[in-house]
């Protein structure tokens, strides 16, 4: 954990009571191993949502629609285009989409998001939480897919920590602390987009696309 486990067990305390089918979907999460984003950054997610107000958004990575049910309530006139390669994960995905009444507004795709998507798709809010060591993969399949002053987040970017101290990683998680550490410098010195990174759930960075940056004009005045 990268947070104080008695502050993350009191703010997870509080967060007000989930639907039945989320409530559901946490406890066959944590019994069966599935990762899905953590109580204290979905509800993260939701306020940045209720702020940004998107109207279409893509998610790479839906495991059992556990996070897309969170975007669709946080933001629930946009059309959600999500990502997954896991078929056993996809059907459950879809009944769950089902039971909370949102199929019409999801487009499930099923397969390898490192394929990307034609560029007739748009979004205002890109949210990557897909295999850790593929983000900038994806990243360079669907940034320019994100609209001018769309929203880019991506969940998992301090790994428990190990992109702060990395000699505390295993010799086999190394190299995706590496690659995570890479990311977050590459996601802070892009020259559109404005990042801060969150130390909540398993870390989250919050971008900002805008051509138009202080960096962009500093470095093209
Ligand atoms: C951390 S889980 C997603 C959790 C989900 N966003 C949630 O919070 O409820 C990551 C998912 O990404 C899927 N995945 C990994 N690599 C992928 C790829 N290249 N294309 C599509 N899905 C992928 C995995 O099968 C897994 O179900």
Redesign the pocket.
């Known amino acids: 954990m990268i947070t104080n486990p008695l502050i993350d067990e009191y703010i997870s305390k509080i967060i007000p009571a989930r639907s039945p089918l989320l409530s559901r979907l946490e406890t066959e ?1 944590a019994a069966e191993g ?4 953590q109580l204290p950054a ?1 509800q993260v997610l939701r306020s940045l949502l209720l702020l940004h107000q998107p109207r279409s958004i893509l ?10 049910i969170w975007l669709a309530e946080a933001a629930p006139q946009a059309k959600i285009v999500t ?4 078929e056993s ?1 996809i059907e459950r995905a879809r009944a769950n989409f089902r039971e909370a009444g949102i199929t019409e507004r999801i487009e499930l795709i099923a ?4 394929q990307g998507l034609p560029d007739t798709y748009s979004f205002d809010c890109l ?1 990557i ?3 850790k060591g ?1 983000y900038r993969v994806f990243l360079d399949l669907y940034l320019p897919l994100l609209n001018e002053n769309g929203l880019l987040i991506c ?2 970017v301090l790994f428990r920590g190990l992109v702060a101290s990395p000699e505390e990683a295993s010799k086999r998680q190394r190299p995706l602390v590496d690659k995570l550490d890479r990311l977050n410098l590459w996601l802070m010195e892009h020259p559109e987009l404005e990042t801060s990174i969150i130390p909540v759930g398993d870390g989250i960075s919050v971008s900002l696309k805008r051509t138009n940056t202080n960096k962009t004009s500093e470095k093209n005045p």
């Open positions: 999460a599935i990762p899905i984003i979905a998610e790479v990575g839906t495991a059992i629609g556990y996070s897309t990502m997954e390669l896991d994960r397969g390898d998001a490192t949210f939480d897909a295999a593929q969940d998992n």
